[in-house]
Each structure stands twice: as structure tokens, then as C-alpha cells.
């Protein structure tokens, strides 16, 4: 039987020991290119890690676990699977680092008056743009309290800011947090809040969370910072808000359709600060680590017939 790797972030080194774990376990480890595998490339795999078209898992009867190096499964969960059994494991937990430094990138770069100044710097303008914000003393609120969400509120703490976290479900406030909404109460908790931080993951219970009543609750100096779906925000409610000078701003890494449009107007917005999809990215040497890391440690539970770590329940997604 064989495990197969596609699309994976691992340099020589870590190939090598990866290959020697699965040839040890009496297994033959199928290293794949870039381009589009077949169900004749796959065939015989037991395994699958890495980026997979998920059309292809019904074409193979033998797949027994798909490990993806992304936190975000969406498209892997439902009935794709050919064994129903299938165990879908994520990465959840290696990006939390990376994208919490992205997130506070934005956040201080418009608190900070910061995308003005830089185009003052281009056009060679001596010019003081108005009062700043401080993180420090404000009121935040993260929305979506896992592995970003928890590093986003662990690094705003430090800075003086007060927390709210909101979740799915009730539970003990955690550290890092000052207070804990659950989902119901969305507005209340998003109501005086400096800055929305949404760190969502895509669900069909997330998509469109993020309504138009929603941004209608919040502050019109609020800012909003979103790294986890593009699809769990009424995009067209926020340009609005965000064009009529209802919110202060907006961070965006992630959008309802990607690559956005050309001629969409959040890209003109001087209140905007808009990236392609890459808080997150695979090659950041921080998430690399810790990819390889839930890779090996999966694989030797596997092996061993144990529990796998970061299962997903692929009904919820």
C-alpha cells in the first residue's frame, strides 16, 4: 500500500525522514508533483497528505485518512469518500502565530494612521494626518475563539486592550479573555467594540454570520479585521458601511470570491488594507514547523493504530 504527498511545504531533510517513517512502517511513500494526479497516480493509497482534488476520492476505494496542511477543510468535508469512514485530519493550529502578527500588522497600520502616511511618502507631502488610536485601553472583540483567535487575544492582552471572545457554545472564559459571548448574542458583543476581529472558520453555520445587522451594531470607528472566510461576511454590507464612513476600516486577507474582482470597490478604498489570501501562508517558516510537526505526529499515531490528532467531523466541517 502507499501514502501519497502533494503540495507539501517540507524541505529535502524532512522529506527524507518522512520517507524513512513510512518505508519503516511497511508502506511505500508516493511523492507527487505539482501537477493534477489521476486516479491511476493514486491508486493503492491508503493515505493522502497534502493539497488533493477532492473530486478524486471516490475513485479510490483504498483511502483510508486525508491529512491537508491547511486549517480550513470546507471543501474535503460532506461525501466525497468512497469509505465512509474516512477520517479527514487539518492543521488547525499551526497558523495561529502567523496570521495573529498579520492580524495586528493591520489593525496598528490604520490605528496608526499608517496607509496615509505612506502615501504622503510617495507623493513627498510633510503633512500630520490627524489624532491616532492606541490598542492600548480598547475594547476588542475576536469572533471565533480556536488557535487564531486565542493567539490574536493572547497579543492584544499584552498590548492593555480588554477581550471579548465569542464562540459556538457556553463554557469557563479562557486566558487571554475578559469576557465570552456565544454566537447568539453576536451583536451585543460586537455593540462598543474598537476593533471585530473574525477568525471564523467556513461552515454553513458561518456563512453570512457576519450580517448586515451585524455591522449595523457596530461602532462607526469600528475596525474590522477578517482571516478566516471570506463567505462568513455580508461583503456587499461591509463595502457599504465601509464607503458611507460607518466603520473606520478594514483589514482583509480573505473575500466572498477570490481572486476579487478588478473593479471591486473595497480596492480603492483608502481605509482598506486588502491582501491575497496570505496571512496564512504555507512557506512561512513559523507554520512550516509546525506543519511538519502535526504531519509526523499523526503519521506515527497511524502507524501505531492510535487516535489520530486534529480530526475533523466532517458533517460540520
Known amino acids: 500500500m502507499k501514502i501519497a504527498f502533494r503540495h507539501v511545504p517540507f524541505d529535502e531533510k524532512q522529506r527524507a525522514v518522512i520517507t524513512s517513517m513510512v518505508c519503516e512502517a511497511g508502506y511505500e511513500a508516493l511523492w507527487l508533483s505539482d501537477a493534477i494526479p489521476t486516479k491511476e497516480d493514486l491508486a493503492d493509497c491508503e493515505a493522502l497528505l497534502g493539497y488533493f482534488p477532492p473530486a478524486l476520492f471516490k475513485e479510490l476505494p483504498t483511502l483510508k485518512w486525508v491529512q491537508t496542511p491547511a486549517a480550513g477543510v470546507e471543501r474535503y468535508c460532506g461525501d466525497l469518500y468512497v469509505n465512509p469512514d474516512a477520517i479527514l485530519t487539518n492543521c488547525s493550529g499551526a497558523f495561529g502565530i502567523a496570521i495573529a502578527e498579520y492580524m495586528f500588522t493591520g489593525l496598528l497600520m490604520l490605528m496608526r494612521l499608517m496607509p496615509a502616511y505612506a502615501k504622503n511618502q510617495k507623493e513627498h507631502i510633510w503633512n500630520c494626518e490627524g489624532t491616532c488610536r492606541s490598542v492600548y485601553g480598547s475594547l476588542i472583540t475576536v469572533v471565533g475563539m480556536g488557535d487564531i483567535g486565542t493567539n490574536f487575544a493572547k497579543r ?20 487571554y479573555f475578559d469576557e465570552v459571548y456565544t454566537s447568539e448574542n453576536l451583536l451585543d458583543a460586537v455593540k462598543d467594540a474598537d476593533a471585530v476581529i473574525l477568525c471564523l472558520p467556513g461552515t454553513r453555520s458561518t456563512t453570512k454570520m457576519i450580517s448586515s445587522e451585524v455591522i449595523a451594531a457596530m461602532k462607526e470607528d469600528a475596525i474590522v479585521v ?4 471570506g463567505y462568513t461576511v455580508d461583503q456587499d454590507a461591509l463595502t457599504k458601511a ?3 464612513g460607518k466603520l473606520a476600516g478594514a483589514v482583509l486577507d480573505v473575500f466572498e470570491s477570490e481572486p476579487l474582482p478588478k473593479d471591486h470597490p473595497l480596492w480603492d478604498m483608502e481605509n482598506v488594507i486588502l491582501t491575497p489570501h496570505i496571512s496564512g501562508h504555507d512557506d512561512d517558516p513559523v507554520n512550516i514547523a509546525q506543519i511538519y510537526s502535526i504531519f509526523t505526529t499523526n503519521l506515527k499515531h497511524y502507524f501505531a493504530g492510535e487516535t489520530l490528532e486534529h480530526v475533523v467531523d466532517r458533517n460540520l466541517g
Open 242 to 244: 465601509l464607503s458611507e
Open 156 to 175: 492584544a492582552k499584552a498590548f492593555g486592550a480588554t477581550v471579548r471572545g465569542v464562540r459556538r457554545t457556553k463554557g469557563e472564559c479562557p486566558e
Open 226 to 229: 477578517n482571516c478566516g472566510r
